[in-house]
């Protein structure tokens, strides 16, 4: 009886990780939306609130190492459930950072916004929701144990990395063709970095899980 009690609770323990992992993720998803809206609808105060979500994003990365690392010091783990506790720690590494790149894409926002809007906003939109869709796929993967949702999220990432290029590109028609735009255009090319950065994110969390599931490191390599 008391042996059924120990595993309901390191359950308990390992499903509160992973709810913690998930609200992390949920509000690193608002943050690029809400980044994004800011650019598009001129908005420097949901700019300024973005930057401020941030804190909560850092709080919860502080409260899920902790958590991790209690239940690996007295669960000592093994297997598929240490597998899952390691990349947890690295999960919620590469959540702060995304959170970090929405703070830096609102800074740039702000500045934008103090200026007339260089042209309408198509790619940067479609861009950040392909980030964000990424993220959330690859957070889902990682609670489902879902391989190949893990590996489609990998496959996308060549989609960021296209839109990224034409955006590029078509910034650099503006700056050539005018030089007054350069300093906008800068500008929106460093959020469209962020945000390629983001689905860069996305797709290490993607490849955690496809190590986590088959215990197989693709990190550098085409996933199969």
Same mark, same amino acid.
């Given at each position: 009886?008391?042996?059924?009690?120990?595993?309901?609770?390191?359950?308990?323990?390992?499903?509160?990780?992973? %709810?913690?992992?998930?609200?992390?993720?949920?509000?690193?998803?608002?943050?690029?939306?809400?980044?994004?809206?800011?650019?598009?609808?001129?908005?420097?105060?949901?700019?300024?609130?973005?930057?401020?979500?941030?804190? =909560? /994003?850092?709080?919860?990365?502080?409260?899920?190492?902790?958590?991790?690392?209690?239940?690996?010091?007295?669960?000592?783990?093994?297997?598929?459930?240490?597998?899952?506790?390691?990349?947890?720690?690295?999960?919620? %590494?590469?959540?702060?950072?995304?959170?970090?790149?929405? /703070?830096?894409?609102?800074?740039? /926002? *702000?500045?934008?916004? =103090?200026?007339?809007?260089?042209?309408?906003?198509?790619?940067?939109?479609?861009?950040?929701?392909?980030?964000?869709?990424?993220?959330?796929?690859?957070?889902?993967?990682?609670?489902?144990?879902?391989?190949?949702?893990?590996?489609?999220?990998?496959?996308?990432?060549?989609?960021?990395?296209?839109?990224?290029?034409?955006?590029?590109?078509?910034?650099?028609?503006?700056?050539?063709?005018?030089?007054? %735009?350069?300093?906008?255009?800068?500008?929106?090319?460093?959020?469209? *970095?962020?945000?390629?950065?983001?689905?860069?994110?996305?797709?290490?969390?993607?490849?955690? /899980?496809?190590?986590?599931? *088959?215990?197989?490191?693709?990190?550098? %390599?085409?996933?199969?």
């Amino acid at each position: 009886m008391e042996r059924e009690h120990s595993i309901r609770q390191y359950d308990a323990e390992l499903n509160e990780i992973r %709810t913690l992992l998930l609200q992390m993720g949920g509000k690193v998803e608002m943050m690029i939306s809400n980044s994004i809206r800011a650019l598009v609808e001129r908005d420097s105060d949901l700019a300024d609130d973005t930057i401020l979500s941030d804190h =909560e /994003v850092n709080h919860l990365e502080v409260v899920t190492d902790e958590k991790c690392l209690e239940v690996l010091a007295r669960r000592q783990p093994a297997a598929r459930d240490l597998r899952f506790l390691t990349l947890a720690l690295k999960i919620v %590494t590469d959540l702060e950072r995304i959170g970090d790149q929405c /703070v830096s894409i609102c800074n740039r /926002v *702000k500045e934008l916004n =103090e200026e007339p809007p260089l042209k309408p906003y198509i790619d940067l939109p479609r861009l950040a929701d392909a980030a964000r869709a990424m993220v959330r796929e690859a957070l889902d993967a990682f609670v489902r144990g879902d391989e190949q949702l893990a590996v489609t999220v990998c496959e996308n990432d060549q989609l960021a990395d296209d839109l990224n290029l034409q955006i590029q590109r078509e910034l650099l028609t503006f700056m050539m063709e005018d030089p007054t %735009t350069i300093t906008r255009a800068l500008k929106l090319n460093y959020i469209s *970095k962020c945000l390629e950065r983001i689905a860069d994110h996305a797709t290490n969390l993607a490849e955690m /899980v496809i190590f986590m599931v *088959k215990g197989k490191d693709i990190r550098h %390599t085409a996933p199969s």
